[in-house]
């Protein structure tokens, strides 16, 4: 399970393309497609280079308007499932 003091990367078995302030991913291992909303278009774009998950929270906080507490949870969220789906690499502290 994905903490705050995880790092995490974009794996390298897919390819995603921007779509004004979505972004499309395709899992070139399953042939699957997966959508982001701005928020995770966001999250995704931060991930072309490894970061600590906690950095990611840092730098949401930064750019929207939620509460912290919110925004763990929700990136949290996110990460498990881009993990669960070998979008992501991650690498445990």
Do not use: F, H
């Amino acid at each position: 399970m994905i903490s705050l003091d995880s790092t995490v990367v974009a794996a390298d078995n897919q390819v995603s393309t921007d779509l004004a302030d979505e972004i499309a991913i395709l899992n070139l291992q399953n042939g699957v497609y997966y959508g982001l909303t701005p928020v995770g278009a966001y999250v995704w774009k931060l991930l072309q280079q490894p970061q600590a998950v906690r950095g990611i929270c840092a730098a949401v906080l930064v750019a929207y308007d939620v509460e912290p507490e919110r925004c763990e949870r929700d990136i949290l969220e996110l990460l498990d499932d881009m993990a669960a789906q070998g979008l992501i690499k991650v690498t445990e502290p």
